[in-house]
């Protein structure tokens, strides 16, 4: 093993031991090795790493954009080591994407989403379908928050379901409405019925037993929209749209009550596993009624 490659496996076990995944860091950062090597280069200079970053083609930019933060995370730890490492700037391509418009969707469309979930074949991936679908749109989970659950995450006692280790390697308590509850118990019953012996713990399963896949997931949610007439060439909901529409869904309720929505917005952060009221902000989306209910209330406040 070269010197660089023990930096990068010390690199990575230095920032995993504090919390950092670093999933993605760790695919593509051998990579940078070997380059670097091929190139002659006994440490990171900032030139190699932004030829390296941009290797792939066919890819946004924002993909190079993430190759290079990668690179510059690993010299700047080897240049506390190597005098000589050289950090590569950023900014070289965007790192983000634009935000994509997310369709709100509307509650008699859920309804219509579970209702042809519950038709689909055999019964055990439908019950699997309508009951998950229902779960993202009633607490405005993660679609792998979700499907990671596993039965001993569910509480169908007490009503509240544990997320392990979410994004940023957050966990959280997600206490349900009882109709949330009561379904999770309805499909948990038939699950063990139509599957007896899983093979896995986890709460959601397949039609053979085994834990569900995002792609699978996706396809069967593409398939249902579309023939519902939700998704056309112009118009694609998303399964992450019922976590933006349950976020505007709850701030609707809170104006209508008369709350005070900004005192409730760290609630609603903590509930959807947010680390800041900061990002429960870009899930809210200017939808007609809670803008007449906003508009109505700042109103409502000049005339005091």
């Known amino acids: 093993m070269s010197e660089l490659h023990r930096h990068l496996e010390d690199y990575l076990r230095l920032r995993r031991a504090l919390g950092f995944k670093l999933a993605f860091p760790g695919q593509v950062l051998p990579s940078l090795i070997s380059y670097l090597e091929a190139a ?38 080897l240049k506390t080591i190597d005098p000589a490492a050289e950090v590569p700037p950023a900014g070289i391509w965007p790192s983000v994407t634009p935000r994509p418009q997310p369709w709100i969707w509307a509650e008699e469309d ?18 699997t379908y309508e009951t998950l679908f229902g779960l993202l749109a009633a607490t405005g989970m993660r679609l792998g928050e979700a499907t990671g659950l596993d039965k001993s995450d569910i509480g ?67 398939q249902l929209t579309t023939a519902l007439g939700l998704r ?55 939808v007609p009624e809670l803008m007449e209910l906003a508009a109505a209330r700042l109103a409502r406040g000049a005339r005091r």
Do not use: N
Request: hydrophobic share 45%.
């Open 110 to 127: 859920i309804g219509r989403l579970l209702t042809a979930a519950r038709a689909l074949r055999p019964p055990l991936r439908a019950a």
């Open 232 to 286: 056309t060439p112009t118009r694609r909901p998303r399964i992450h749209d019922l976590r933006h529409s349950f976020a505007v869904r709850q701030l609707l309720q809170w104006h209508r009550a008369g709350d005070d929505v900004h005192a409730r917005m760290p609630a609603l952060s903590a509930y959807l596993g947010h680390v800041s009221p900061a990002g429960t902000y870009w899930y809210l989306t200017a």
């Open 40 to 77: 002659g280069a006994a440490t990171v200079t900032a030139e190699l790493a932004i030829a390296w970053a941009g290797l792939p083609r066919g890819v946004l930019p924002i993909t190079w954009a993430h190759r290079l933060g990668a690179a510059r995370g690993f010299a700047r730890y």
């Open 156 to 222: 169908l006692a007490d009503g509240v379901l544990t997320i392990r280790d979410a994004k940023f390697g957050r966990s959280r308590l997600v206490p349900l409405h009882l109709t949330v509850t009561g379904a999770l118990q309805d499909y948990a019953a038939r699950r063990d019925r139509l599957c007896p012996s899983p093979a896995t713990t986890r709460f959601f399963v397949s039609t053979v037993g085994t834990a569900l896949r995002a792609g699978g997931v996706d396809h069967t949610f593409a």
